[in-house]
């Protein structure tokens, strides 16, 4: 369970981080409209929020049990997966990257308690193993999170442009399929049938946005549920965890 538990929360926290990066980049660029760069050059502005969490998650682990940390942390970031449920096409910049700011907090702090208490619970002689599979189980988070939630986002993407496109739409199925798809579809219509296919693609994907962070929401709720129930007590606070290692050190090894 010491080590266990952390790489299952490890695979939680990719799975939502992974999932939602996918929705992230492309808000940005095809419903916002920015370029690659300015995009990418924004989505560095939620690393404020890893920032200030991630020394704020270690102090408050020299305190309160490492489990309610993390479970706070994931907490945390169901808080600002929420807060991107409620995106729309007219939103703000600064709307979407505090979403990303509070989410990229919380997972960061969870994590790093996470990594710590699986290689903490490892033998030194299997340090190479312990951090090999956590390395896979994070691997196997991010792949399950852009599967599921991206099929989830999708899904919804499909159902709203069947509905919204009129009836004769040159190349429905392609502009049904993805936004991108619909973009490049666009370019080659008239310039009113274009911005009428692009705003009901912009909406129809903000739409599934949303439905996909209400399910990392969700996911976040069950790790922290998750971290309490399967980590609690296991490896105390940081500050306690040392103590019975220097108890058990008997006078002879100290002089060595």
Not at 37 to 59: E, H
Not at 81 to 94: A, N, V
Not at 225 to 244: D, I
């Amino acid at each position: 369970r010491s080590f266990g538990g952390p790489v299952l929360a490890d695979v939680l926290a990719m799975f939502a981080t992974v999932g939602m990066a996918v929705f992230f980049t492309q808000y940005l660029q095809s419903v916002l409209g920015l370029s690659p760069l300015t995009a990418a050059l924004w989505s560095l502005v939620p690393a404020a929020g890893v920032a200030v969490m991630a020394p704020t998650g270690a102090a408050l682990a020299q305190r309160v049990d490492r489990a309610y940390v993390m479970a706070g942390g994931f907490l945390m970031a169901a808080c600002g997966f929420l807060w991107l449920s409620r995106l729309q096409t007219d939103s703000p910049l600064w709307f979407a990257l505090v979403g990303g700011a509070v989410y990229a907090g919380g997972l960061v702090a969870a994590m790093t308690l996470a990594n710590e208490l699986a290689l903490g619970a490892a033998p030194p002689e299997r340090a190479g193993s312990a951090a090999a599979v956590l390395e896979s189980g994070q691997e196997l988070g991010g792949a399950l999170g852009m599967a599921i939630l991206g099929s989830v986002g999708a899904a919804v993407y499909s159902r709203d442009m069947a509905d919204a496109l009129p009836a004769g739409t040159p190349h429905a199925d392609a502009v049904g399929e993805t936004l991108g798809g619909a973009a490049a579809v666009a370019a080659e219509l008239p310039a009113a049938t274009a911005d009428a296919v692009l705003t009901a693609a912009r909406e129809a994907f903000t739409h599934g946005l949303g439905f996909a962070a209400v399910g990392a929401a969700l996911v976040m709720a069950c790790a922290a549920a998750l971290s309490v129930g399967l980590l609690r007590g296991v490896g105390g606070t940081t500050g306690s965890s040392s103590a019975p290692d220097t108890e058990r050190t008997s006078p002879d090894t100290v002089r060595r």
